[in-house]
């Protein structure tokens, strides 16, 4: 059983930067993709950034240029790195990580960005 595990949520100001990591139980090569999920209240779970297994990136329009996706293939821990924070990312933050067979989500994190 796959268990993701995140940290490095908050209470951060406008502007400001957060670094969320989520650490898998296994090893992260034998994911497709693992990637960043959030949800706001009162809104849907919507995809933020993503990074296959070859390391390809793909980010949501909002926050291109803003976040950066990695990965620590060392330490099976893929990383968000979140720049220039606005209230509009205030959000649970979660992990994804794809197999073939099923999805695998962490806990959620709180993010929120005062103005």
Sequence with gaps: QVQLVESGGGLVQAGGSLRLSCAASGSIFSFNAMGW???APGRQRELVAEITSGAGTRYVD?????????????KNTVYLQMNSLKPE?????????QTDFADYWGQGT??????
């Design 37 to 39: 999920y959030r949800q």
């Design 89 to 97: 990312d205030t959000a649970v933050y979660y992990c994804i990580a």
């Design 62 to 74: 909002s926050v291109k240029g803003r976040f950066t996706i990695s990965r620590d293939n060392a």
């Design 110 to 115: 709180q993010v929120t960005v005062s103005s």
